[in-house]
């Protein structure tokens, strides 16, 4: 497999036409190398699919913040990025239906 720009291992055609990308949380963890993070369409960023950290970007951008706030608010939701998801472990695990998740 060859890999991406992020969390997803490519699989391709020889000849370079097609290709289809596997993001595996379970069996293979990513987390160590994960740069992804998801705006909901209500403005807010999920900054792990495994966790329930996110912040709230609306407020902001309704709020009229300056090019400046946001770029700063978007570096302290990156430093708040959690180290790892725990899809495995008990007893809350997170149930996130991928049509709210943004993308």
């Keep these: 497999m060859l890999p991406g ?6 699989l391709g055609t020889a000849d370079g036409h097609f290709s289809v990308g596997f ?3 379970l069996s293979q963890h990513f987390c160590a190398t994960c740069n992804r993070v ?8 999920n900054l792990c699919l495994g966790q329930e950290q996110r912040m709230d ?9 300056s090019d400046e706030k946001l770029a700063a608010a978007v570096r302290r939701a990156i430093d708040l990025k959690p180290e790892r998801h725990e ?4 007893p809350d695990k997170l ?5 709210t998740t943004g993308g």
Excluded at 38 to 45: A, N, P
Excluded at 57 to 65: H, I, M, P, V
């Design 38 to 45: 998801r705006l909901t369409v209500d403005g807010q960023m």
């Design 95 to 99: 149930i996130r239906f991928m049509n």
């Design 57 to 65: 970007f609306r407020t902001l951008l309704r709020g009229g913040a």
């Design 23 to 25: 993001i595996t949380p």
């Design 87 to 90: 899809f495995h472990e008990p």
């Design 5 to 10: 720009g992020g969390p997803a291992r490519y």
